[in-house]
């Protein structure tokens, strides 16, 4: 089993949709990242969370530490937001990649 | 600031090359990552630097692949003989010290070994 697993490993959308996408862990961390990979692009960090929530734009990002999960949800989705969406946990130093959910918005 | 800059951004070699992938931190980041991306095995690291010094090599595949970071400012990433399950792209990340620090990638340096 995955120390980082991530839910749904595929999802499409309809423009405006909201969109939410899961990560559930097993270990102890300090944070969690959510990255966005767009087709043949770098690697983006949308956020960092140790606790709480965090807001930038149309993304939101939860976490809950006693359950060791984690969501990343879009608001009023949009066809650019299509892209590979990483959670990955950060152990000490270094940090664990769940595999990714791949988004596609149809406009 | 320019960000994480790394180069080159393709390379394409045969079997058998040496391949040297090289990266310049943001200024003033203590932490310098590599990690290996396929579509296999998704993100890998391979090895990291605190303060110029590499802390944890266990991700290195094998004694083909060697880290170097002389200064601050700069680490290469050598493969040498290179083999085509190399192909991969390879990210170099910096951050940092605190533990809050936000991790920032380079674009990536795509490898194809023929």
């Known amino acids: 089993k995955n120390e980082v697993e991530q839910s749904p490993q595929n999802l499409t959308a309809q423009e405006g949709e909201f969109i939410t996408i899961n990560c559930s862990y097993s270990?102890?961390?300090?944070?969690l990242h959510w990255l966005q990979q767009h087709p043949g692009g770098g690697i983006v960090s949308l956020f960092m969370?140790?606790?709480g929530k965090k807001k930038h734009g149309r993304l939101i990002a939860t976490i809950n530490i006693q359950e060791k999960h984690s969501s990343l949800h879009i608001t009023a989705s949009h066809p650019r937001d299509s892209a590979v969406y990483i959670c990955a946990v950060r152990r000490v130093d270094k940090l664990i990649f769940g595999t990714g959910t791949r988004l596609q918005v149809f406009p | 600031d320019a960000g994480v800059i790394q180069s080159p951004r393709h390379e394409v070699t045969e079997m058998g090359q040496e391949v040297t992938l090289r990266c310049k931190p943001i200024?003033?980041?203590?932490?310098l990552f590599w990690y290996r991306q396929t579509m296999m095995r998704g993100l890998e690291l391979l090895i990291y630097f605190n303060n110029n010094v590499p802390i944890d090599d266990s991700g290195m595949p094998e004694d083909r692949f060697s880290a170097k970071m002389p200064n601050a400012s700069f680490s290469t990433l050598k493969i040498q003989p290179s083999e085509p399950r190399d192909s991969a792209v390879y990210f170099c990340a910096s951050r940092q010290r605190d533990s809050t620090g936000e991790l920032f990638f380079g674009e990536g340096s795509r490898l194809t070994v023929l």
């Open positions: 200024s003033g980041h203590d932490y």
């Open positions: 270990v102890g961390i300090s944070a």
């Open positions: 969370l140790s606790s």
